[in-house]
Structures are given as C-alpha cells and as structure tokens.
C-alpha cells in the first residue's frame, strides 16, 4: 500500500539554526516527489519537487531511494519559514495518484 | 489567471444532512483532486476526476461522492453528515498528465453540529 510517513508533527527551531523535515514512503514503482508549503492564512502552495533539484527559499530536497526518503532541509532556518510542510509522492503508475503525508508544523523561534 | 475557487468557503450544517461543495479549476486544467483536511489527519485524498471520469479513489465512505463537468468544474458531496465531517476541505486541479504540480483553492470549510 502507498504511504507516506511524517514522524515529526511539530518541529520548533531557533532562527539561524539548520532545520530538516522528515519523510519516508512506500510506493509502488518510482514516484515524482514534491514538497508542498502552508503559511498562515495563504493557500497550500508546491514548494520544490525532486525533478528540477533546485534550491527554493533555501530549501533542498534529497531523495534517497534506498532509504526511501525525501527530507527537507534548510542550513539557516528563517522566521518567515514557519509554516505546515507536507510531503507528497506522486504516483507515476497511478494516474495522479497524490497522497500527502500528515504534515510537519515547523515554527522558528526569533 | 484565476486561481482554483471553491465555494462556499463556510458552511454550517447538522448530523444527517447532505451537503455539495463547488470547486472551479484554472481554465485549462482537466484534473480536479479532493481533499480533506483536519489538524489530527493532515491531507486525506478524497478523489479525483479527469474529463469528467473519476481515476483515482481515497478510502472514504460511499456517503462521499464527486463528479465533474463537461467544463472541468467539479464537485463533491457529503450524505448524512456525520459530527466527524467536520473539516476544510480542498480541491485542487492540474493538467492531469503525469507528476504535475496542483494548484489548490482557499477551501471549504464545512461544520457539523
């Protein structure tokens, strides 16, 4: 069965320190990742996806297949980046099949 | 363009009601997801529909259906409300064809007393 696991609900860190998002997955076949962001009161937005491996608002990505896992992180974590962070595999096999993991609310504290 | 736009964005009903939510996509797209979204569960796939046929199902409850129109717009309703319906509810389209980004709407946010 496709599954994406968050293990942190919540994560607080101080300004300035590095901060890394967690997301492990089982699915079938070789599933496009994405990481999508929510901030307070905007609408839930993609952040980055694994194919175009860029650096958005200082995030990076790694997937590690044999691991399973596409962690988010961030060297010096801002104030501003406070905000609900979902991971989402997509299902290439299954036509847009999305399942989003349950969320990560990570705060930085001033 | 106009972003995704769901309607209503608040709705208040009680236990054993029925209730449709609307969501209109970017024009263009032809894929219209589903979702529930509540502080203990996180995002929870509902559906999908693409030209009008649903290609992908979550694990909910027959009492929640879709479908969607000729004009890409979509909907979805809930039949005898339960208190557990409680929750915002989002939609989002895309070009359905592969791993594509989704653009979401503002959401519904439906109450059941």
């Known amino acids: 069965a496709q599954r994406v696991t968050q293990p942190e609900k919540l994560l607080s860190v101080f300004k300035g320190a590095p901060v890394e998002l967690k997301c492990n997955y089982s699915y079938s076949g070789s599933p496009e990742l994405f990481w999508y962001v929510q901030y307070s009161r905007q609408r839930l937005q993609l952040l980055l996806r694994?194919?175009s491996r860029e650096s958005i608002k200082g995030f990076t990505a790694d997937l590690n297949k044999g691991e399973t896992s596409f962690h988010l992180k961030k060297p010096f974590a801002q104030e501003e980046d406070s905000a609900m962070y979902y991971c989402?595999?997509?299902?290439?096999?299954?036509?847009?099949?999305?399942?989003f993991g349950a969320g990560t609310r990570l705060t930085v504290k001033p | 363009k106009a972003g995704v736009t769901q309607t209503p964005r608040y709705l208040i009903k009680t236990r054993g009601q029925q209730v449709t939510l609307s969501c209109s996509p970017i024009?263009?797209?032809?894929?219209v997801s589903w979702y529930q979204q509540t502080p203990g569960q996180g995002l929870q796939f509902l559906f999908e529909?693409?030209?009008?046929?649903?290609?992908n199902k979550g694990n909910f409850p027959g009492r929640f259906s879709g479908r969607q129109f000729s004009n890409s717009r979509s909907e979805m309703n809930v039949s005898t409300l339960e208190l557990g319906d409680s929750a915002l509810y989002l939609c989002a389209s895309s070009s359905g064809q592969g791993a594509v980004e989704l653009f979401f709407g503002e959401g519904s946010r439906l109450t059941v007393l």
């Open positions: 989402a595999p997509h299902g290439v096999y299954n036509n847009n099949d999305m399942r």
């Open positions: 694994h194919i």
């Open positions: 529909y693409f030209s009008e046929t649903q290609r």
């Open positions: 024009s263009g797209h032809r894929s």
